[in-house]
């Protein structure tokens, strides 16, 4: 069974640091390309970045590009996101997602994380 | 970026009514889209991708249509546990930017 458990979330004031985490089990991590998806309070879906299944590529959204950073550690089957910069604009559950296809990745997510609420707020 | 609009921003409806939502590209997007169920408090639940394809597990009353700018998802005979809101995604443009629509929320009559 895929699991993915996110953690690392919680309240920080604006303009400080955070590192999410999501442990994955149940499937070849090394395999998958893996994704960050956040939902602020009450709204909608976002997508926030993606990492290849083997690390060579990442990707962002404008809203957090130069200040989040992905990556991942395949001989542990850990996804990071290291979040600097933060914002009130931030503030939202964080998701970690697995995609649908191995080796090319095309962007649908089949399996998430229960999320990782971060608040930021002085 | 590829902008997503879904409509209606909420439907209602009784058990047993057929649901239709409709999701709209900014650009063409051939089939390279999804469409996910989310419950509150709960993540995001996979239901069709590629458009038409209905992810293993989901029930045969959810199917998707459309492809280019223009898509539905259609929920043949509205069941409990399917009050919940729902989302279209474009993958066209992957590697990303990926986009979600706004959500449309199912609600009871």
């Known amino acids: 069974e895929v699991q993915l458990l996110e953690s690392g979330g919680g309240l920080v004031q604006p303009g400080g640091s955070l590192r999410l985490s999501c442990a994955a089990s149940?499937?070849?991590?090394?395999?998958?390309?893996m994704s960050w998806v956040r939902q602020a309070p009450g709204k909608g879906l976002e997508w926030v970045s993606t990492i290849s299944a083997s690390a060579d590529s990442t990707y962002y959204a404008d809203s957090v590009k130069g200040r989040f950073t992905i990556s991942r550690d395949n001989s542990k089957n850990t996804l990071y996101l290291q979040m600097n910069s933060l914002g009130a604009e931030d503030t939202a559950v964080y998701y970690c997602a697995k995609d649908l296809s191995e080796i090319v990745a095309r962007g649908y997510f089949d399996h998430w994380g229960q999320g990782t609420l971060v608040t930021v707020s002085s | 970026d590829i902008q997503m609009t879904q409509s209606p921003s909420s439907v209602s409806g009784s058990v047993g009514d057929r649901v239709t939502i409709t999701c709209r590209a900014s650009q063409g997007i051939s089939s390279w889209l999804a469409w996910y169920q989310q419950k509150p408090g709960k993540a995001p639940k996979l239901l069709i991708y590629?458009?038409?394809s209905l992810q293993s597990g989901v029930p045969s009353r959810f199917s998707g249509s459309g492809s280019g700018t223009d898509f539905t998802l259609t929920i043949s005979s509205l069941q409990p546990e399917d009050f919940a809101t729902y989302y279209c995604q474009q993958t066209n443009s992957f590697p990303p930017p990926l986009t979600f629509g706004g959500g449309t929320k199912v609600e009871i009559k």
């Open positions: 590629g458009a038409f």
């Open positions: 149940g499937f070849t991590f090394s395999s998958y390309a």
